[in-house]
């Protein structure tokens, strides 16, 4: 098997790309994120809106949920470029397509993204088929954690100033990574130079959960083990707010996924609004 058979990307980072390409395809404009690069770096068999996990009514709720939080991301970044930020980290990056979707904004940053080893390859491999290169303020960071890799240390290694603030994103990870691997993140983080802001998705305990979403979501959990991909720890919104600060943020505050569908769906006439499930930390050094 050659290297580039071996260089895959993540089936849950392919799912998330694709869900986003779904949105602008069939859902009404105004779309509350355009974003088709996903779609041509994973370039799919042609009938991938056949799949079951695309279905345009049963994962309706899903695709919402994903395209506003990355919404609230870009925004989030936006706002931070007016305030000088110039450092921009993406944990898990999976098929993120920022720095290709908004040249502009990224023009004004120096941005790190970090994965596994292959998909990064992948990515890499495909950015440049596809003819978006790897400019020099794209550095794709590969840390293999499986193997125990430092993350930190690679991010440095790729140019990172740790003297300089940064907004570092965390989306769709902590529910795969045990409490202790998420407060020692949380407390690494909480030594960036002050100024620097932390966005941080996390995944609420099913008592938690509207009872509109609760059997989808909970329907979701065996198919992410048998991906090799299990959720495994989920928080109250008091508990994620309590280990941020218990990590040394001086400032945390929760945004709710309601908080999310308000901001990004409450005009809309198709009824298209995001499952309830996910929240977001966002925290400052």
Known sequence: MTDEQNEV???????VALWRALHVQIDPPPHVLEDEIGLQLAAPDEGWRRRPDMDPHTTSTF???????ARFIEDLVAEQIDHGITQHVVLGAGLDTFAQRRPEAAAHLRIFEIDQPDTQAWKRRRLIELG???PDWLRLVPVDFEAGGDWWEQLCHAGFDPGRPAVVVCAGVTMYLTKDATAAT???LAGLTPGSTLAMTFMLPAELIDDADRAALEATKPQAQAAGTPFISFYTPQKMLA???EAGFKDARHVSGAALADR???DRTDGLRPSSGEDFLVAAT
Do not use: K
Request: glycine letters at 4%.
């Open 9 to 15: 990307p993540d089936s849950t980072a392919v799912r």
């Open 132 to 134: 978006y290169g790897i």
């Open 243 to 245: 280990l941020a600060r």
């Open 63 to 69: 695709r919402a949920a994903i395209v506003s939080r």
């Open 186 to 188: 949380l407390r690494r």
């Open 264 to 266: 990004y769906f409450a």
